[in-house]
């Protein structure tokens, strides 16, 4: 996280998902954004023709943090235990490790996550795992979002 003082942030919630098939296969992600405590929301999703699920996950939060103009207390919601199981336990022993996950093999996706590693730097981010296809309302609208990213991908469009 930055030095900037947490309690001056402004606050907001990030929704996340991905979806992909095949894996590989065409893939989508979507995120919606949420200033809190206005409420204001900002939403997008997208799509890659060949892809995998990990990596349309930890797209979702990419491009959600990539849209944040300034250091942000962001409460981070996603049905994927990989993306919260590496940002908030796997990270930084993977970077002392010099990326290298257990008996030296490679981490995958290794691209993605140095880049989730320099938003941390900016970001003060606190993960929330839910259960995905269980009724959670920002959970269901991504997942419709990025199925819909992961069609249009398989279409070319």
């Known amino acids: 996280m930055n030095d900037s003082n947490p309690d001056s942030m402004p606050e907001a919630a990030l929704f996340t998902d991905g979806a992909c098939s095949g894996n590989p296969g065409p893939g989508g992600w979507a995120y919606i954004l949420r200033s ?3 409420g ?3 939403v997008q999703y997208g799509g890659d023709p060949a892809t995998t699920n990990n990596r349309m996950e930890l797209m979702a ?3 959600g943090l990539r849209s944040l103009s300034e250091p942000t207390r962001l409460t981070l919601y996603s049905d994927s235990q990989y993306v919260l199981k590496g940002l908030s336990e ?3 022993g993977w970077k002392r490790r010099g990326w290298k996950r257990p008996r030296n ?3 995958l996706n290794v691209e993605l996550w140095q880049e989730l590693d320099k938003s941390r730097e900016i ?3 606190t993960t929330h795992w839910v259960r995905g296809h ?3 309302p920002e959970n269901e609208r991504c997942d ?7 069609d249009e991908a398989a279409r070319g469009g």
């Open 105 to 107: 093999q490679p981490v």
């Open 144 to 150: 419709r979002m990025a199925v819909q990213a992961r």
């Open 134 to 136: 269980n009724d959670h």
């Open 123 to 125: 970001h003060d981010i």
């Open 36 to 38: 809190l405590p206005e």
């Open 40 to 42: 204001e929301e900002e």
């Open 61 to 63: 939060v990419i491009e």
């Open 90 to 92: 796997w990270m930084d």
